[in-house]
């Protein structure tokens, strides 16, 4: 059984501050991984994906990767009440197929 | 383009009744994927089709639960009988076969009395 875990939160954060979203999985044979927001009511939209170990970076956004560790995170810098959603981590399967997806973060930017 | 297209957008039904959800993928997508979330379990995949043929239902939870895919651009998702645990939002997604997004419907809230 594939699990990937995430902290339910939610997670509060002041405007403008660095919003730090954590994710685990358990496949050790996992290549691909995903951040999907998803605000209330509505559908997931892909964030980021990464696939080496290390950080990519989009914008405000840093995916940070770490295999050994069975370790992905979300930065989310200069935080603003706009990004206060619903986070999904997911895992992609080795066939590059299937995705697997946490329980979801939920993020609370104040102003 | 118009997107992954969902109908209906809200289903209420009583126990018992068959329901039949839709999906048409985005044009040339042919990998197409259901979901299902909900508070409790959070997103689900319940089955997923490449090139129009299924290639794991694992995820279907009852036989209760089917779904097919007759063309490349339409999917039904059907629930014969329907229970009241059935009620959950119900997502369709389509991407490019091994490709990196999955790209979402807007759902089908399904509410089972």
């Known amino acids: 059984q594939k699990e990937v875990e995430q902290n339910s939160g939610p997670l509060s954060v002041p405007e403008g501050a660095i919003a730090s979203l954590n994710c685990t999985y358990s496949?050790?044979?996992?290549?691909?991984f995903f951040w999907y927001r998803q605000y209330s009511g509505k559908s997931p939209e892909l964030i980021m994906f990464?696939?080496?170990?290390g950080d990519k970076e989009d914008g405000r956004f840093t995916a940070q990767l770490n295999k050994a560790s069975q370790y992905v995170s979300l930065l989310i810098r200069d935080s603003q009440p706009s990004d206060s959603a619903t986070y999904l981590c997911?895992?992609?399967?080795?066939?590059?197929?299937?995705?697997?997806f946490g329980g979801g973060t939920r993020l609370m930017v104040k102003p | 383009d118009a997107g992954v297209i969902q109908s209906p957008r809200h289903e209420v039904t009583e126990m018992g009744q068959e329901v039949t959800l839709r999906c048409k993928p985005i044009?040339?997508?042919?990998?197409l994927f259901w979901y299902r979330q909900t508070m409790m379990r959070g997103l689900e995949l319940l089955i997923y089709?490449?090139?129009?043929?299924?290639?794991?239902d694992s995820g279907m939870p009852e036989d209760r639960f089917s779904a097919k895919m007759p063309n490349a651009s339409f999917s039904t998702l059907k629930i014969q009988p329907s229970e009241p645990r059935d009620s959950a939002v119900y997502f369709c997604?389509?991407?490019?076969?091994?490709?990196?997004?999955?790209?979402f419907g807007p759902g089908t809230r399904l509410t089972v009395l």
């Open positions: 089709f490449n090139n129009n043929v299924p290639i794991d």
């Open positions: 044009s040339g997508h042919n990998s």
């Open positions: 990464i696939y080496s170990n």
């Open positions: 997911a895992v992609q399967d080795n066939a590059g197929n299937m995705l697997t």
């Open positions: 496949d050790r044979g996992s290549q691909s």
């Open positions: 997604a389509s991407s490019f076969k091994g490709a990196d997004t999955q790209y």
